[in-house]
């Protein structure tokens, strides 16, 4: 089994910053992508940001773009979303995404997935 522990949460004002970070463990595939959904009140879960086992190739959603960033660092099994520029509707909970494969499935129908936090952003 493959354990994500998400972290970096809170309440923040309209422009904004906040860090969420993701810690794996367990018995995690030696090549895995990593990334980042939310889900926000009577919405789907929806894909925001991914990142390929190498680090190179970082995907977002378009409504991220530009605002957000997207690393990891495989020494320590974690993932880590740089959230700058926040608006009220990036207000969900934020998920963390691991699967085999050297990319990441934007669909999120694969893998593993941590317990979720809370990102509040107030207007």
């Known amino acids: 089994q493959v354990q994500l522990v998400e972290s970096g949460g809170g309440l923040v004002q309209a422009g904004g910053s906040l860090r969420l970070s993701c810690a794996a463990s367990?018995?995690?595939?030696?090549?895995?992508?990593m990334g980042w959904f939310r889900q926000a009140p009577g919405k789907e879960r929806e894909f925001v940001a991914g990142?390929?086992?190498?680090?190179?190739?970082?995907s977002y959603a378009d409504s991220v773009k530009g605002r957000f960033t997207i690393s990891r660092d495989n020494s320590k099994k974690a993932v880590f979303l740089q959230m700058n520029s926040l608006k009220p509707e990036d207000t969900a909970v934020y998920y963390c995404?691991?699967?085999?494969?050297?990319?990441?499935?934007?669909?999120?129908?694969?893998?593993?997935w941590g317990q979720g936090t809370q990102v509040t952003v107030s207007s």
């Open positions: 995404n691991a699967h085999y494969g050297a990319f990441i499935d934007p669909r999120g129908l694969q893998g593993y």
């Open positions: 367990g018995r995690i595939h030696s090549v895995y992508a």
């Open positions: 990142i390929s086992w190498s680090g190179s190739s970082p």
